[in-house]
């Protein structure tokens, strides 16, 4: 089986070095490796042109800046792999992870996979980034492996997998979208009666060295994105389900902008025990998605 890696990148050349290294390190070797560089205005082209004699077959796309879906679409029509396998430029899979993948889908061979994709506690600096790394563990734990459904979806193009033919069928990434555009593959594809799997048998490490403004920043985008999704597509789920009166009450006080500055900018917070604190950063994300 032919297989196509597809890294989208957006100045990236602060980080996409730790991704072409663990590609490097893979256990599977045969792969093209293809950098979709989505109108960089850093040397983003000259740090991955400099790993390229690292790999057997390896291309450079540089285009005008379109977004993450349209980065990834350029990747896909270059692609020559039966399987295209997804990571973005702050991932580093484990070295068996396109192993696996390639592995998983001579088995399934219609369906979209996402796999595992954690922080690691080893490279964390802040207390709010131990916290998202505890809260990628806790989310990931709650979802099903194998075949998910419309009401369980979980899928995110930083880590997922799936044969060019069923990518082409879908139309891949909506090119309209500017967030959420895996999510929205992913809702299509069940509406195609093509299967979602997820499986935690595939890792790949997330470098993503957040502060709590940031945190609640996306998680408000990506509410607000999934939930517009869910109602286009008729499809009921978590992001669409209302807050009672007194909780959207009760959690008034922690939409205040204050709350990730001092997390982010002073120690205000480091006198309570870890859970107290945990318990204060998902009161303020969670009011932030209201």
């Given at each position: ?7 989208p990148t957006y100045n ?10 663990s ?7 045969n792969?093209?490796?293809?950098i979709?560089i989505?109108?960089?205005t850093?040397n ?5 042109i400099?790993a390229?004699p ?16 349209v980065a ?7 692609a020559?792999?039966e399987?295209l396998?997804?990571?973005d430029?702050?991932?580093r899979?484990?070295?068996d992870c396109?192993?696996?993948h ?8 219609d369906c979209?996979?996402t ?8 490279l964390?600096k802040?207390d709010?980034?131990?916290?998202k790394a505890?809260l990628?563990?806790k ?8 075949s ?10 930083a880590?997922?997998s ?16 500017t ?7 992913a809702?299509?594809a069940l509406k195609?009666n093509i299967?979602v799997?997820?499986s ?6 997330h470098?993503?060295?957040?502060s ?8 408000k ?12 597509y008729?499809?009921?789920?978590s ?13 008034q ?20 025990p870890?859970?107290?604190r945990?318990?204060?950063y998902d ?6 998605s209201?």
């Open positions: 089986m032919k297989i196509s890696v597809i890294i990236g050349s602060d980080r996409i070095m730790n991704t072409l290294k590609l490097e390190n893979q256990t599977e070797k792969f093209q490796l293809i979709s989505d109108g960089s850093d983003t082209e000259d740090v991955v400099s390229k690292h790999f057997k077959d390896f291309q450079v796309i540089n285009h005008p800046n379109g977004g993450r879906a990834r679409n350029r990747g896909a029509k270059a020559m792999g399987l396998v997804f990571f430029d702050d991932m899979p484990e070295p396109i192993e696996k390639m592995a998983y889908h001579q088995i399934n061979k979209l996979l796999g595992r994709q954690l922080e690691d506690t080893a964390m802040t709010i980034q131990f916290y505890h990628s563990q989310w990931l734990k709650q979802i099903p492996q194998g998910l459904s419309n009401k369980n979806l979980f899928f995110t193009a880590h997922c799936m044969s060019a033919e069923v990518f082409w069928r879908l139309g891949g990434f909506d090119k309209s979208l967030d959420c555009e895996d999510y929205d593959l809702l299509r195609s299967e799997h997820y935690p048998l595939f890792t790949a490490w470098d993503d060295f957040i709590l403004k940031k945190f609640v920043t996306r998680q985008e990506y509410t607000a994105s999934r939930k517009r999704l869910c109602l286009k008729n499809y009921s789920s992001f669409n389900q209302q807050l009672s009166f007194f909780k959207r009450l009760f959690l006080p922690f939409r205040n902008r204050m709350w990730p500055y001092f997390v982010d900018h002073t120690k205000i917070l480091s006198v309570f870890r859970g107290i945990y318990k204060i009161l303020v994300i969670t009011a932030a209201l």
